[in-house]
């Protein structure tokens, strides 16, 4: 690994050497600098772009360009006259300085170039044909070439440190803005421009109001000649595997016009190549965002959906049976209609064991798990005029989830779990935008959710060692049986009302106020009751000798936010600032075992916000808000509930909320003079009666209850990335640093648990049009725990290694090999591999045809391992994988 890191920079530094330096000041007629000015330099002989730039604040621009060659010179910009001029390059730098004219002409000028990057106002435009060297074959290829662009250990696109929030096509949302869907699954060559739109506002009439410097979209706009009929692929594969016979189908297909689009992504296969994972179902949110985002309240409806076990990505079986498709129909001018459907299954086998310290116990467990998940979404948008603009959202989600576990204690014994659940919710969302005239601007946003979640849990014990007795006696289970098998169902119906009313008035070009009126009406109700099952089928519904004999809920609990707000908005130079408050009276209600608890207050919330532009491609921001945040009934519920059967819980109904106060700076800056992106955030919170749990161990069995914690916790961090291209060579450095400290209770007694990680990636890529090209990464963390007194370090380190390589533009060829070495303060230092390869042939880049070999897991390692902490216990987890598959593919392109 070392040679080759070092081979890379021999070369990088040995083609630096061999370029010739062009650089100067580009200035109008009146020698005033231009900045983002546009500059080229074409080889005359081959034609080809060779190098291009655009010029910083100063006028100034910088090509390397090689040695004894020809070129063509060509300068632009808006309202200026294209400049052309030939350059004969020779063995020295030259510093030449252009001054361009204006441009006067009606006539339609014809470019006879594209420019790889252009940048107007806030739109960063990248010409996709410039970041390709013929490997590509989904978006997410391009991407990852284009400067200050990365997709994430999650799949999320980010642009300069920030999250993308929507992905459009053609300038209509792509199954609602999904970025990872877009991006894995788009044809590479069906793109023609990536534009990035930074300070994005989906609301044209707010643009000029609100504070987007965060939103950051992508519009992804078609080659012509595919804007009026379909494109896409289909990939049908085969192969074999120690256990079964493989099998891939993945149709992709794509259809856009100017007034209505179709797109349908399909996946049949059992090789673990998954188009969406269920956590990427789980969190599709269909672009619903909550109106009082910014209100300073939060408060959580909780999930009790099942807690699957199995990463996706690690797992022994893998089944996965996908349906997507999505649509857009523009009826006319003023009313566009969309929507989506997704229907997803999958089936998936694991195998884990695990060593857990304190209290001791190695587990081994096998699982199974299925889970069909439906999304269906309609949305449409109505805006007859400029003044009005009215949009209407409504998403329906059902699953129905199932688990089947077998569990092998050293404590407990084996246990068999089963776990199902069959929920739904119903999502809609109303928002009109008013334009009274250009001083006074109206908003009302409106959204209701309905929630119903029914999870059922069921254990068989079989308790070799009567460590469970103790536990079962509390529970006040019969004890008299050979096994103990113990059930519960549990209902939480949740219904909210999130509705707020603004108003802008806009004082003068520079300055606006902002006043808010906002409500979160909820209501939820949770049912729950433990029995257990009897040895000729009955069930025995038992009465605890703990928790005063609670062992069922039926609660009620409603909460109330009525708030106001009030921000002033002001431009002065290169600062925007935000200061701002909003008042609340808030009310929660919850009904139990005929008892009420209720707690009605007012609360003042400040936030603030300034932001310095010092350049068009560099800021820095600062913002601080304090935040309410308010629990779900699950945690207000007195009676037991089985989280597991060896973790049970009850709640505590006169909970208090928590508050914290939230710092966050961010500093960024984009720059294509010399190709350098920086992006940084440092962010600190301050946590005041923190709602934490309460933990008594019966031997592994762990029972809790809930407080608030009249000691604040506290969380800081620190992050970055350093980028920069050199030629045809780019490097980075991401960093992290997180510290946190909590309180937490444990059998009566308060310890503090400090958590310190510090992680560091540096990489280095190149980007050869002919070469093949190799990435290089190296990623090093460390992570120290205090759990009260018991300290614990965690060092990974794991180099990677990436090439990609375009053979005589027929063949492709890609493999990724990385290593992972784990070492532990109190254990042996552990590692495994991995190593996949690609190899695929088509007779030129747009044959119809191609043929792909796919191997994963070349190494045909067994299992991966990991070690970690969650709060209380230390542990080391060894996951079992899927052996080495190859398979033989053929794909069709349309």
Same mark, same amino acid.
């Given at each position: ?9 021999? &070369? ?60 063509? $010179? ?320 409504? &998403? ?89 098998? $113990? ?9 909210? &009302? ?47 000798? $703990? ?247 965690? $060092? ?61 897991? &070349? ?36």
């Amino acid at each position: 690994m070392k040679k080759i890191f070092f081979l890379l920079l021999f &070369l990088a530094a040995t083609y630096s050497y061999a370029q010739i330096k062009l650089q100067g000041v580009v200035r109008d007629s009146l020698k005033q600098p231009l900045e983002l000015a546009s500059i080229v330099a074409f080889n005359q002989e081959t034609k080809a772009l060779e190098s291009y730039g655009v010029t910083n604040e100063l006028g100034n621009y910088s090509l390397n360009l090689k040695k004894n060659v020809t070129y063509k $010179i060509q300068i632009s910009y808006v309202a200026m006259k294209i400049l052309e001029e030939s350059l004969e390059v020779k063995e020295v730098d030259i510093v030449k300085d252009f001054t361009l004219q204006p441009e006067n002409s009606l006539d339609a000028i014809e470019l006879i170039y594209e420019m790889p990057v252009t940048i107007r106002g806030d739109t960063v435009t990248y010409n996709a044909d410039s970041f390709q060297n013929g490997s590509e074959r989904k978006l997410e290829d391009i991407l990852e070439n284009l400067p200050g662009v990365e997709i994430n250990e999650d799949g999320q696109i980010e642009v300069e440190g920030k999250v993308v929030n929507k992905l459009m096509v053609n300038g209509k949302d792509f199954f609602d803005g999904d970025t990872k869907l877009a991006s894995k699954n788009i044809p590479a060559k069906a793109v023609d421009k990536i534009q990035v739109l930074r300070n994005y506002s989906e609301v044209n009439q707010l643009r000029g109001v609100t504070n987007n410097q965060d939103n950051v979209a992508l519009n992804i706009k078609l080659k012509e000649g595919k804007e009026n009929f379909w494109f896409g692929d289909i990939t049908l594969g085969a192969g074999t595997s120690p256990d079964d016979e493989l099998y891939l189908l993945q149709p992709k297909l794509f259809y856009y016009t100017p007034k209505y689009s179709i797109n349908f992504i399909g996946d049949l296969n059992n090789t673990g190549e998954l188009a969406l994972t269920r956590r990427d179902i789980r969190n599709f949110g269909g672009g619903f965002r909550s109106p009082s985002r910014s209100s300073g309240t939060s408060i959580n409806l909780g999930d009790n959906s099942l807690n699957f076990l199995t990463n996706q990505n690690n797992a022994v079986e893998i089944e996965n049976q996908l349906a997507s498709a999505n649509f857009s129909y523009a009826v006319n001018p003023a009313l566009d209609l969309s929507g989506f459907v997704i229907f997803n299954s999958s089936q998936i086998a694991s195998r884990e064991t695990s060593f857990v310290q304190f209290p001791e116990e190695f587990t081994e467990r096998n699982n199974n798990e299925r889970s069909n998940q439906g999304l269906v979404k309609l949305s449409a948008s109505y805006q007859p005029n400029f003044s009005n603009q009215l949009e209407y959202d409504i &998403l329906g989600r059902i699953s129905n989830d199932r688990q089947r576990q077998n569990l092998f204690s050293s404590v407990i014994g084996n246990t068999n779990q089963a776990e199902e659940v069959t929920p739904y919710n119903i999502n809609q969302s109303l928002q009109y935008y008013y334009t009274l005239d250009e001083d006074n601007i109206f908003s009302l946003e409106a959204q209701h959710l309905l929630k119903n979640e029914d999870p059922f849990y069921n254990a068989v014990l079989e308790d070799e060692n009567n460590e469970y007795d103790a536990t079962a006696a509390d529970l006040g289970f019969d004890s008299s049986l050979d096994t103990y098998n $113990i059930g519960q169902n549990r209902r939480i119906k949740s219904n909210q &009302l999130d509705a707020k009313l603004d108003y802008f008035h806009i004082l003068n070009p520079r300055s606006n106020l902002n006043f808010t009126l906002g409500t979160i009406l909820s209501s939820q109700e949770f049912n729950s009751n433990l029995f257990q099952f009897l040895n000729d089928g009955t069930t025995f519904n038992p009465t605890p000798t $703990i928790n005063n004999g609670l062992a069922v809920n039926d609660t009620q609990y409603n909460f109330t936010d009525v708030y106001f707000g009030a921000h002033y908005r002001l431009k002065t130079g290169k600062f925007t600032i935000t200061p701002g408050f909003s008042l609340h009276a808030y009310g929660n209600k919850n009904t139990q075992f005929g008892a009420t608890y209720k707690d009605n207050f007012l609360r003042l919330l400040p936030d603030f916000e300034t932001r310095i532009q010092f350049k068009k491609s560099e800021s820095l921001t600062l913002s601080y808000n304090m935040r309410n945040q308010f629990t779900d009934v699950t945690r207000l519920a007195q009676g037991l509930v089985l989280n597991n059967f060896n973790s049970i819980q009850s709640g505590t109904p006169d909970l208090q909320n928590a508050l914290s106060h939230n710092v966050n700076l961010i500093y960024s800056s984009f720059n294509l003079f010399n190709y350098t992106n920086v992006f940084a955030r440092a962010a600190y919170s301050n946590n005041i009666d923190q709602i934490r749990s309460s933990t008594e161990f019966d031997n592994v069995i762990r029972t809790n209850t809930f407080l608030n914690s009249a000691f604040a916790d506290e969380n800081a961090s620190l992050s970055g990335r350093v980028q920069r291209t050199f030629g045809k060579v780019r490097a980075s450095v991401n960093a992290g640093f997180n510290y946190s400290k909590f309180n937490q209770f444990i059998e009566e007694e308060r310890s503090v648990n400090e958590a310190y990680t510090q992680s560091y990636t540096p990489s280095i890529r190149t980007n050869f049009k002919v070469a093949p090209n190799v990435t290089l990464r190296y990623r090093y963390s460390i992570s120290d725990n205090n759990q009260g007194g018991r300290k614990t370090q965690f $060092i990974t380190t794991s180099p990677s290694i990436d090439i990609d390589a375009y053979i005589l533009k027929r063949v492709t060829f890609r493999t990724n090999y990385s290593y992972t070495n784990q070492a532990t303060s109190n254990g042996p230092s552990q590692s495994f591999q991995t190593w996949d390869a690609r190899l695929s042939y088509r007779k030129d880049r747009d044959a119809k045809w191609e043929y792909e070999i796919n191997a994963t897991n &070349l190494l045909n390692i067994s299992s991966q391992v990991t070690n970690g902490e969650n709060g209380i216990s230390v542990f080391t987890s060894e996951t079992f994988i899927q052996p080495r598959f190859v398979t033989f593919r053929v794909v069709y392109s349309l």
